[in-house]
């Protein structure tokens, strides 16, 4: 449900309540300005907003590098091998055609 403030002011019980089963969004000049929402899905933002911010990928690999660290770990890359492109194969091929064409 949607609320003026004056009207929010006026029916702040009445609000709590409301909230309690769906969020109330609280306007001022037709703009949204707050919303009210129950104790119960206040924890459940809580909750996901600290899994959220628990782990991101560089904290993992900074975690990942400092344990391969400590163990001596090295890491082994293979030389790297040219491989078959197809496109610029295609395009070789295109343009030997449009010379043969020329002729």
Do not use: C
């Not at 702040?12 to 309540?17: E, I, N």
């Not at 909750?47 to 959220?52: E, I, L, N, V």
């Not at 993992?60 to 660290?69: F, N, Q, R």
Request: charged letters at 30%; glycine letters at 2%; a positive charge.
């Amino acid at each position: 449900m949607h609320w003026k403030i004056a009207e929010a002011k006026q029916e702040l019980s009445r609000l709590v309540r409301a909230a309690a089963s769906e969020p109330q969004w609280i306007q001022n000049r037709d703009v949204v300005v707050a919303v009210v929402i129950g104790a119960d899905q206040a924890e459940a933002f809580l909750d996901w907003q600290k899994r959220r911010d628990a782990e991101t990928l560089a904290a993992a690999l900074t975690e990942l590098g400092e344990i391969a660290a400590t163990d001596d770990y090295v890491l082994e890359i293979p030389a790297r091998a040219d491989r078959a492109n197809a496109l610029t194969t295609s395009v070789r091929s295109r343009a030997a055609r449009g010379k043969r064409r020329a002729r």
